[in-house]
């Protein structure tokens, strides 16, 4: 190795914590500022005054019998809408800006399971994953900065990390021979949430439990994972027969049988699969982390080192396609579409904890052989950290599928980039300023209000508005909320 390589993999080694901060503050910062002029969608606003009319338990019959059986995703509806407890529609920051940091303490959550880990590289780890789930999410819109959007599928990712941080924890208090009453506890409650939440989580959930539960039975006689398996089965019957999810299929345009549906699932996930793997951000990130995870997996003491030991990563990736797979299904066996945006943002988050935990198994499974392949013991070193720092910069910036020219760059893959563009050229400012001049006018208005079609949409801000679904439904919906009688889309707006 030449001087002045070693000399910049030194630097890179001494000020690497540093850098790191650096990197990942200045990706997270354009959406902290974007959620400043964030505001609700259409549906914020109607299932707020759906809850306000009906009342809490009137409201969860109303939403079982007409709309869906996610009875865990309603009930959050009905107690953690901010448009519940007053206006809040001019203070919509608060509702990024808690994904945003539920999303990053999830994560940290779920760094606690590696073994030989320090509190501040743990912390590091958890800004790194939130910083390439911010840049790469598919859907931001809809899955972070859209109320509704995220609290039905982002938190259903949360739970579901959870659910896997409380389970470690139970089996690491387990093997001590300490009590497992509270963790036992929170399994059940996580369980009987993720199982009522939404379909592309619960239905790959309850797969796995069934799964590895009647391996566990099989081996070790254990029943915790059975008990969890047919807990999840009855929310999910609960759920997915709940007579709403037949009215909304009902109002589809085209729903897939079996056959068809699964064949569209395995395409999609190829595609998506090929999509976020193929990423060299991801690749060169992997490279750089690497060197963590391996010096992880060499204590073999520690029980999610020795289970991880016992599976090969080629099977571990494999089963992460099928259950990808299966998250895809319901979407087209109920709607004939794919997933939304919002779906594949947290598919998103949870594809990346289950691909640094694939790269765990695998370092994990060639210690425990006794031979570590060349590749993996060189890329252990972390001599060649300068080489992937460079390539990670390269690639983040060039945008891996080359859409970078300004007319193009709401085409990239890269979200920053689109997010800096939309909070320094004034977008996001243009858009937050016309929905509180139509606020004011709702408030100030008389029994007939006239709305106007807004001329600045940033697309990683603005999902769908009242004036762009134009039902008399809707907008009586949207009036009541503002004490107005009536409420007229404009002409230009249709």
């Known amino acids: 190795m030449s001087s002045s390589t070693s000399l910049v993999t030194r630097f890179f080694q001494r000020h690497q914590n540093l850098l790191t901060t650096i990197s990942v503050v200045l990706v997270a910062l354009p959406f902290v500022a974007l959620s400043y002029y964030n505001h609700p ?9 759906t809850v306000q009319r009906l009342g809490f338990w009137e409201s969860q019959k109303y939403f079982y019998l007409n709309h869906t059986g996610r009875y865990a995703t309603t009930v959050l509806l009905a107690l953690v809408n901010p448009l519940l407890y007053g206006h809040m529609e001019g203070h919509w920051w608060i509702v990024a800006l808690g994904f945003i940091l539920g999303t990053f303490f999830t994560f940290r959550l779920c760094i606690t399971l590696l ?20 840049a790469y999410a598919p859907g931001q ?169 016992r599976f ?34 947290t598919l998103y988050m949870l594809f990346l904890v289950a691909w640094f935990g694939v790269l765990l198994a695998w370092c994990c ?23 992937w720092v460079s390539l990670l910069v ?24 689109r997010a800096y563009q939309q909070w320094l050229d004034g977008e996001a400012a243009r858009y937050d300023a016309e929905l509180r001049t139509r606020y004011q006018t709702m408030k100030t208005g008389g029994p007939v209000v006239v709305i106007h079609p807004l001329r600045n949409k940033p697309e990683l801000l603005f999902s769908f508005g009242v004036a762009d679904v134009g039902s008399r439904e809707a907008l009586n919906g949207y009036g009541q909320y503002f004490g107005v009688p009536r409420i007229v889309v404009a002409k230009d707006s249709l």
Request: one cysteine or more; a positive charge.
């Open 394 to 417: 390269l690639f983040f910036f060039a945008d891996y599928n080359v859409q970078t020219r300004r007319h193009l760059l709401g085409f990239g893959s890269n979200n920053v980039l």
């Open 141 to 309: 819109a809809e899955g972070l900065y859209w109320f509704t959007g995220a609290y039905t599928y982002v938190v259903t990712g949360w739970l579901l990390l959870l659910w896997l941080v409380c389970l470690g924890h139970y089996a690491i208090a387990r093997q001590a021979k300490r009590s497992t009453a509270g963790w036992l506890i929170c399994l059940v409650i996580l369980t009987v949430a993720i199982a009522g939440s939404t379909e592309p989580v619960a239905l790959p959930f309850l797969l796995i439990l069934l799964a590895y539960g009647m391996l566990s039975w099989w081996h070790n006689r254990s029943w915790v994972l059975l008990l969890m398996a047919g807990l999840t089965a009855v929310g999910c019957i609960v759920s997915f027969s709940a007579p709403g999810n037949f009215v909304r299929m009902q109002s589809m345009d085209e729903s897939f049988g079996l056959i068809k549906a699964l064949a569209y699932s395995l395409f999609t996930t190829a595609y998506l699969l090929l999509t976020w793997i193929g990423n060299p951000v991801l690749l060169a990130l992997s490279a750089l982390i690497l060197p963590v995870l391996y010096r992880a997996a060499q204590q073999r003491e520690h029980l999610l080192v020795a289970v991880l030991a």
């Open 41 to 49: 969608s259409l549906d914020d606003f109607l299932d707020a005054v």
């Open 365 to 387: 499974r060639q210690i425990r052989q006794g031979q570590p392949s060349g590749l993996l013991q060189e890329l252990a070193t972390g001599r060649l950290a300068p080489l």
């Open 115 to 134: 073994p030989g880990v320090s509190g501040r590289a743990a912390w590091l780890g958890a800004s790194i994953l939130l910083a390439m789930w911010l």
């Open 312 to 345: 090969p990563a080629g099977w571990l990736t494999i089963g992460l396609g099928l259950l990808l797979a299966a998250a895809n299904c319901p979407a087209y066996y109920a709607s004939g579409t794919g997933l939304p945006l919002r779906a594949r943002t």
